[in-house]
């Protein structure tokens, strides 16, 4: 079966360490691979995704990704971490040779950023 | 224009109820979604519309009634829901259908009670 795994229900970190969410994924062909965040009370807002080529990729708000094929993973990070990067994240997959393109989300990781 | 705008922000049905959720986009986008999220979880999707036509129903109850009356708008029928259905209802677009790898862009939702 498809499937997205986020396996921290919440991650916690100080203001300017260095941040990782972890994705991992179990599909079979192609995956396209997706970071989706979410602040209170909106709705969910694209931040990267990963369709082939480099196995890093930058989004926005300096975020980035970086595609494990042999890990299957597709953990997102940032460098140095702001107390606004506060908020619920969602890694999502999309099978390339579906014919629905039925969006996966993984159960989310809430990130506290402390000051 | 690169928003996805929903009405009503907040809902207050009874279960006995007729009301109606809407989203309007004007990116001319061709794909539609409807998602039901739980408070921290992920969303589910319930419906998506391609094209103006119905090509995804997740077997929602038929209590709940999708309706695109054109390609910039997108409605969610409710009637007779029962508590258990209260819920932020997100609404989203894409630019082509959902077979492809874009990102999807996510309206800030309807917070529905059903009391």
């Known amino acids: 079966a498809q499937s997205v795994a986020q396996p921290e229900d919440q991650v916690n970190v100080a203001e300017g360490n260095p941040l990782t969410v972890k994705c991992t994924y179990s599909?079979?062909?192609?995956?396209?691979l997706f970071w989706y965040v979410q602040y209170p009370n909106r709705g969910l807002q694209f931040l990267l995704k990963?369709?082939?080529?480099?196995?890093l990729v930058k989004g926005s708000y300096g975020f980035e990704a970086e595609f494990n094929k042999s890990q299957t993973s597709f953990h997102l990070k940032k460098p140095s971490a702001l107390v606004s990067d506060s908020a619920l994240y969602f890694c999502?997959?999309?099978?390339?040779?579906?014919?629905?393109?039925?969006?996966?989300f993984g159960q989310g990781t809430t990130l506290q950023v402390k000051p | 224009d690169t928003e996805v705008t929903q009405t009503p922000k907040h809902l207050v049905m009874g279960m006995t109820n007729k009301k109606s959720l809407k989203c309007e986009q004007h990116?001319?986008?061709?794909?539609m979604y409807w998602y039901k999220q739980k408070a921290k979880k992920p969303p589910e999707l319930m419906f998506v519309?391609?094209?103006?036509?119905?090509?995804i129903n997740e077997s929602v109850p038929s209590r709940f009634s999708p309706e695109c009356p054109n390609s910039s708008l997108l409605n969610l029928h409710l009637h007779a829901l029962q508590p258990e259905d209260s819920a932020l209802y997100l609404c989203?677009?894409?630019?082509?259908?959902?077979?492809?790898?874009?990102?999807?862009?996510f309206g800030s939702g309807t917070q529905l009670s059903v009391l």
């Open positions: 599909v079979s062909g192609n995956p396209y």
């Open positions: 989203a677009s894409s630019p082509r259908d959902q077979t492809t790898n874009e990102k999807l862009f």
């Open positions: 519309y391609s094209y103006e036509k119905l090509s």
């Open positions: 999502a997959v999309r099978l390339g040779s579906s014919n629905t393109g039925k969006l996966i």
């Open positions: 990116m001319g986008h061709r794909a």
């Open positions: 990963y369709i082939t080529g480099d196995n």
